[in-house]
C-alpha cells in the first residue's frame, strides 16, 4: 500500500468510526461478561458438581475464548489499515530481510523467522547482536544484507523502527512490512509510516504474517477474523 501522507495525517473520526468503536466495545463488554459466567459455571461444576462430564471443559475453553476475544474488542481499533493486496505483493517476494529476528524461541522474532523460512523464503536474519540466527548467518544491519533484496519485515518497536525503513530505503528495499502482534502495535506507529511515506515503500502496515502463511492454524485464523472484525483491513477479502 502506497500510503498517501493526508490520509496518515486525517484518519477519520467521524459518526460512522464512534459508532464502529462504541459496537465493538459493546459486544467486548457482552463478551466478556458471558466469558466469565461460562468459566465460572465450569470450575463450580468441576470442583463441587460431583460426576465428572465432558462439557465441563469444553464450556471452560469456551469461556476462556470469550474473555479473550471480549478483551481484544476493548481495544481501540487500529489507527491503521492493511491492504490485503500489500500482504499478497509482500508474500510473493522469495528473498526477506527480517530486521530484529532472534534466538530466543519465546520471542516473535524467532518464531516469525522460523516459519517464514520453513515456508520456502530465503529469510536474511538482521541482528546487531548476533553473528546467528537458529544457525543461519546473521548481519548487522540491512545495509550490510549482499544481493537484491526485494521485502524486509521490520520487527522492531519505538524510533527503532522508523529507523529500520529510512535504513531499508537507502539499501532499496521497496517493500516493508511493519509487524504487529495481537493487541501490541509492535512496529507500526506513525513514525514509521510517515518514514515509508518519505521513501515511496509499498507497505503493509501492522499486521502478523502467521494470519497470512498457509496453512493458517486455528488461532491465527481466530487473529485474522479479530482483526477484521476491529476494522483492521482496507478491504473486505
Known sequence: MKVDQE??????TGVSTQANTSRRAAVGAASLVIGVLLV?????????GGAFSYWQPVIAAVGLGLLLFGRVLR????????????????????????????ND???????????????????????PHAETVE?????????????????????????????????????????????????????LSDDAMLACIEHGIDVVAGACPLMFLEPVGAIHRTHLAVRRFNGAFSDAT
Open 135 to 187: 544457525g543461519d548467518p546473521a548481519f548487522a544491519s540491512v545495509g550490510l544484507v549482499p544481493d537484491e533484496l526485494p521485502a524486509a519485515m521490520v520487527m522492531l518497536t519505538g524510533p527503532a523502527a522508523a529507523a529500520a525503513v529510512h535504513e531499508c530505503a537507502a539499501r532499496g528495499v521497496g517493500q516493508v512490512w511493519l509487524f504487529s502482534g495481537l493487541g501490541a502495535p509492535g512496529a
Open 75 to 102: 481495544v481501540p481499533p487500529p489507527p491503521h489499515s492493511v491492504d490485503r493486496a500489500a500482504v499478497a505483493r509482500f508474500l510473493v517476494q522469495h528473498r526477506i530481510a527480517l530486521i530484529g529476528a532472534s
Open 40 to 48: 465460572g459455571w465450569a470450575v463450580v461444576q468441576m470442583l463441587f
Open 105 to 127: 524461541r519465546r520471542k516473535f522474532g524467532n518464531t516469525v523467522y522460523r516459519e517464514l523460512r520453513d515456508h520456502g523464503y530465503d529469510v536474511v536474519p538482521v541482528n
Open 7 to 12: 490520509v496518515l495525517m486525517n484518519r477519520p
